[in-house]
């Protein structure tokens, strides 16, 4: 397997637990490095009975892999609905190793004008959300509610807004996947549907929130809604 040489690159973007590189080889592909020190210390702040899980359920990458393996997604790929499915998602590529130890590998979502999609917190932070935002904020709720595929809370930083196909588009960049148990729960009837209901109606707190927060935290904020 090749390893991909990051030493002298410079991501593009980064969170909290990743950087993302633009890939040395393919410009419209990017790789997601583990920052190991964020592991480390979210792992020190656990309980003694969440350290006995193990570090494993910390790492976003290891997590990526298995949401994209859920069973919604799973199905449609399996019946040829391949663009359904990243219709609203980064094509994804599996894992890679680099320089700077294994990655995950997936598309760079990008504006008609080839420059990578700004977030949609960047878009809607103290501002209003344009009428063409919001009908594509509708069209990626709809997406989910169709798809059932499952994700963990929408934040609006983890969404990016594109105009590639002429219009305003949202793709979740990170936040695929729900924990354990809800997924484990996902084949009851009707259970993904009430859960990716309570995740959009939350979506919508937050919208309102980055909106106009009227110096509120967000813990607060929603103790008011």
């Given at each position: 397997m090749?390893?991909l ?5 410079k ?8 950087y993302?590189f633009?890939h040395?080889n ?8 583990i ?7 979210r ?9 006995v899980?193990g ?11 298995k949401?994209h ?10 019946v040829?609905?391949?663009s ?11 894992s ?5 130890g294994t990655?995950?590998?997936?598309e ?6 080839g420059?990578v999609?700004?977030t949609?917190?960047s878009?809607?932070r103290?501002n ?12 990626f709720?709809a997406?989910l ?7 963990r809370?929408l ?8 105009d590639r196909?002429?219009?305003s588009?949202?793709?979740?960049v990170?936040g695929?996947?729900?924990?354990t148990i809800?997924q ?9 549907e ?8 939350r979506?919508h ?5 980055e909106?106009?927060?009227?110096g509120?935290s967000?813990?607060d904020f929603?103790?008011?809604?």
């Amino acid at each position: 397997m090749v390893t991909l040489n990051l030493n002298n690159c410079k991501p593009f973007a980064q969170g909290y637990n990743r950087y993302c590189f633009q890939h040395p080889n393919n410009p419209d592909r990017c790789v997601k490095v583990i920052r190991p020190e964020n592991i480390k210390a979210r792992y020190r702040r656990q309980s003694p009975v969440k350290r006995v899980l193990g570090t494993a359920r910390l790492n976003d990458n290891t997590q990526e892999l298995k949401a994209h393996g859920q069973p919604a997604i799973r199905q449609l790929l399996r019946v040829s609905k391949e663009s359904i499915v990243w219709s609203h998602l980064p094509r994804f590529y599996g894992s890679v190793e680099t320089t700077l130890g294994t990655a995950n590998e997936s598309e760079i979502i990008r504006c008609a004008d080839g420059s990578v999609a700004p977030t949609l917190e960047s878009l809607i932070r103290g501002n209003k959300v344009t009428p063409e935002l919001q009908e594509a904020i509708s069209r990626f709720e709809a997406w989910l509610a169709d798809t059932r595929i499952l994700t963990r809370n929408l934040l609006p930083h983890n969404l990016v807004v594109t105009d590639r196909s002429g219009q305003s588009e949202l793709f979740l960049v990170d936040g695929l996947g729900a924990p354990t148990i809800p997924q484990a729960l996902a084949g009851l009837p009707g259970w993904s549907e009430r859960y990716i209901t309570r995740k959009i109606a939350r979506f919508h707190t937050r919208l309102a929130w980055e909106q106009d927060n009227r110096g509120l935290s967000w813990e607060d904020f929603q103790r008011l809604r």
